[in-house]
């Protein structure tokens, strides 16, 4: 089989890494960025494509009907800005790419485009942006609404605004900037154009005041279980930023993307879908089994914290439902991922029985163990690679950066080097 892809994705955002846990170190000040830049050197070190940074604007206040439990247990809050942090990942790295997360539903789009072209320039070409649409109606509110705008109609509008903002991107001709001393002519007048968009969301007269920037655009990420967030991805994805909980589930994922993708006249092959994983390096079989008695635990330990995320991203409070009951149908304008998560439990599954599952796809075993796995899970889905999660931890980067990936260098799953400059294109290399 060819290489697969491996990229890291910081699922709890810019927030305190570890907090409650064994690996909390007392001596570690979550204000500073010291965490993120030694994750991000460790990354660079194992060849992984990129580290995509998630983010919520909102303290929720969902589980409850209240921020207490949010602030006293730093659930989905505090959280930095990770566009702030971005440049200071990228000053200490110099293969490695940097997907931020900027929602469509609030970012007016000149000023993102803006944003992203000079960190594409700063960078030398490894930026992604991580699309998303929001969620919540905590985050609506911030942004001057009196609640978030119904789910299939934000696709329509990232539709739109992905098109504004490629249109900006590309308003400055490749050779605009000429810096022609002799002629006295620093940028070519005739190779910026404004755009005078106009659509049913979104107006712009453009061009943006920076020069086009190494990729032109930024690597496209997407996530996105529902229908419509499927068909986004389709339109729009260049990194699927996929979940699963089995191989089929992965499989029909990856090929209904595809499919899409067809559909809007793209080649589906330059679409790669990416699983998210939890990983537990073992040194042992001894080891694997303990850590998989251990995760039970500890996701009983976490279960409160776990329903009020799920309270956030739906915009349900689970306070109010008895545990150990069926779940009654559920509706939701917020994240459509979870009612498939409800669906596939089953109908006499309880809040209880969905809480305790996994978050998603674990790996447990030794580093020979997992890397079999993955191996055979990339050929039976035909998929393009992981997104490692999980916090950025220096015990939990480690297991994974010198104890994992070593071994899938060794077999010629994952590269050894960086095979170009740009991001865009190490993830298009195979």
Excluded at 328 to 357: H, S, V, W, Y
């Amino acid at each position: 089989m060819s290489m697969f892809h491996l990229g890291w994705f910081l699922g709890p955002g810019i927030t305190v890494q570890g907090w409650n846990t064994p690996n909390y170190a007392a001596s570690y000040d979550w204000t500073q960025p010291d965490i993120y830049q030694d994750a991000a050197k460790a990354l660079e070190r194992a060849c992984f494509d990129f580290l995509i940074l998630e983010d919520t604007s909102a303290v929720p206040y969902a589980y409850k009907g209240s921020m207490d439990f949010y602030l006293k247990n730093a659930t989905m809050t505090p959280k930095l800005d990770p566009a702030v942090l971005t440049p200071y990942i990228l000053a200490v790295t110099k293969r490695l790419g940097v997907a931020l997360t900027l929602t469509t539903t609030f970012y007016p789009p000149w000023i993102l485009a803006r944003q992203m072209a000079t960190l594409d320039h700063y960078s030398k070409g490894r930026i992604g942006w991580n699309i998303v649409t929001a969620t919540s109606d905590a985050a609506a509110q911030n942004f001057g609404y009196a609640k978030q705008f119904e789910h299939d109609q934000r696709y329509d509008m990232a539709d739109e605004y992905i098109d504004l903002a490629a249109q900006l991107w590309e308003a400055w001709d490749a050779d605009a900037v000429r810096m022609d001393v002799e002629n006295k002519t620093f940028i070519d007048p005739s190779k910026v154009k404004a755009i005078n968009f106009e659509g049913k969301y979104y107006k712009s007269r453009g061009p943006l005041n920076v020069p086009r920037s190494p990729q032109t655009k930024p690597l496209y990420v997407a996530p996105g279980g529902s229908p419509r967030g499927r068909k986004f991805s389709g339109r729009n994805a260049e990194v699927v930023l996929a979940g699963g909980e089995s191989i089929a589930e992965m499989k029909e994922y990856r090929a209904e993307v595809r499919a899409h993708a067809k559909t809007y006249g793209r080649d589906p092959d330059k679409i790669k879908t990416m699983f998210i994983a939890g990983v537990f390096v073992a040194r042992d079989k001894k080891m694997a089994e303990e850590i998989k008695e251990n995760l039970p635990k500890i996701r009983q330990q976490r279960f409160e914290a776990h329903l009020a995320s799920l309270s956030f991203l739906s915009g349900i409070d689970f306070s109010k439902f008895d545990l150990d009951m069926p779940l009654p149908e559920i509706k939701t304008n917020g994240m459509q991922t979870m009612l498939r998560m409800f669906k596939d439990a089953g109908p006499k599954a309880t809040l209880r029985d969905i809480g305790m599952r996994p978050p998603g796809w674990e790996l447990i075993g030794t580093p020979d163990e997992i890397a079999s796995v993955m191996k055979e899970s990339m050929e039976e889905i035909g998929g393009d690679g992981f997104l490692i999660t999980g916090p950025v931890t220096p015990r939990y980067i480690d297991t994974v950066v010198d104890e994992l990936v070593p071994v899938l260098q060794r077999r010629g799953l994952t590269r050894k080097d960086y095979s170009h400059q740009h991001l865009r294109d190490n993830v298009m290399a195979f």
